[in-house]
């Protein structure tokens, strides 16, 4: 299991920006996959940003152009850059990591707690 602490979740007003975290407990060089994630009052968990190994990001069409995600290696975090923040991000923020244990012979999808961000005037 790859434990993730999460930070950054904050109350700001509407066009400002946030810098989520997320620490795993071991390097992320190996963790095939990162994500973040966030669930909204009222609606599913959706995926907002991917990061793979290779070096690929993928976005949700709701927060291209606005979102950044990317890996530091040699702190083993994981962060999200979110800027121009609008009232519709207010969510709870899940860090995720996909990756094979070759240990019990399959893949892993491990979870952080969450972190609120609330976008409001």
């Known amino acids: 299991q790859v434990q993730l602490v999460e930070s950054g979740g904050d109350l700001v007003q509407p066009g400002g920006s946030l810098r989520l975290s997320c620490a795993a407990s071991?390097?992320?060089?190996?963790?095939?996959?990162m994500a973040w994630y966030r669930q909204a009052p009222g609606k599913q968990r959706e995926l907002v940003a991917t990061?793979?190994?290779?070096?690929?990001?993928n976005y949700a069409e709701s927060v291209k152009g606005r979102f950044t995600i990317s890996r530091d290696i040699a702190k083993n975090t994981v962060y999200l850059q979110m800027n121009s923040l609008k009232t519709e991000d207010t969510a709870v923020y899940y860090c995720?990591?996909?990756?094979?244990?070759?240990?019990?012979?399959?893949?892993?999808?491990?979870w952080g707690q969450g972190t609120q961000v609330a976008v409001s005037s």
């Open positions: 990061s793979a190994l290779g070096g690929s990001t």
């Open positions: 995720n990591a996909r990756w094979w244990d070759s240990n019990r012979g399959s893949w892993n999808d491990d």
């Open positions: 071991r390097s992320i060089f190996m963790l095939d996959d």
